[in-house]
């Protein structure tokens, strides 16, 4: 990463407490960015804070007054934002019907509404200066679908549409939108969810690289970044032959 082109940005990271958003708040910081993070868990959050140097600010995205009130303290504390790395996300492995309202709702919020909100507190100022970078960490099951992940791969989906969009909106006004499609990385998120990860393949990433592969593509003005980048084949034939990849997809899973 650049240090000249990240010195004295501020930056904001969500689901900074763990995985790709620590790994992506300890590269910026490194690279001479003042960073903000962001996370629900206020131990981890301080670690990852005094490893980098960063602004601990513990909150939890799923509820939107509070995504609201983190995008306004940032702006208050800083000034503005140059870097909004949008991470912080949370999954459901199992049918449906076992899902709760609360936990339907809980995806919804912190996988799309969160991001919709904090892109929309921060793109104003990004706008009036004509520079700006908004990341966005999706997910390949959100490009395919994903047997009895269907809240999850749903709310990854609109993401994929929001951040692609939102790049249409700000064509030619200074602002990147990068979105990171990854497969399988390695983070505490499958624990969380309920499910270990249970394929041989794709096989995990570290949270590092998936960090690296985002900030990278955000530098470079890249729209979308791939993990590993194989995955824009299925990707492909799904948007160019739907049927002959249900079918495969019903068939392997």
């Known amino acids: 990463m650049s240090s000249r082109r990240l010195a004295g940005a501020v930056a904001l990271v969500t689901g900074a407490s763990s995985g790709i ?30 490893q980098s140097g960063g602004t601990a600010i513990p909150c939890d995205l799923t509820d939107p007054d509070l995504t609201t009130e983190l995008a306004g303290r940032v702006l208050d504390v800083a000034g503005r934002v140059d870097i909004l790395v949008n991470n912080a996300g949370q999954g459901f492995a199992g049918p449906l019907t076992e899902m709760t309202d609360a936990q339907i709702q809980a995806l919804v919020a912190a996988n799309l509404t969160a991001p919709m909100l904090l892109a929309r507190a921060v793109l104003p100022g990004m706008l009036a200066r004509g520079s700006g970078r908004l990341g966005f960490v999706g997910s390949i099951a959100g490009r395919l679908g994903v047997r009895e992940e269907a809240v999850y791969a749903g709310t990854k989906a609109g993401l994929s549409v929001f951040a692609d969009s939102l790049r249409k909106e700000t064509t030619g006004r200074g602002i990147v939108v990068t979105e990171l499609v ?4 390695d983070t505490p998120f499958f624990a969380r969810r309920g499910r270990p990860y249970p394929r041989r393949r794709p096989r995990p990433v570290p949270a590092e690289r998936a960090a690296d592969a985002l900030l990278t593509g955000m530098l470079a003005g890249r729209h979308e970044v791939c993990l590993p980048r194989w995955m824009v084949l299925p990707i492909a034939v799904r948007a160019t032959l739907p049927a002959t990849y249900r079918r495969l997809s019903d068939r392997f899973g």
Do not use: E, K, T
């Open 21 to 50: 958003g620590a790994a992506a708040a300890r590269r910026l910081a490194g690279a001479g960015a003042r960073v903000f993070l962001s996370g629900r868990d206020p131990d981890r959050l301080a670690a990852v804070a005094a």
């Open 182 to 185: 990854p497969a399988v990385v």
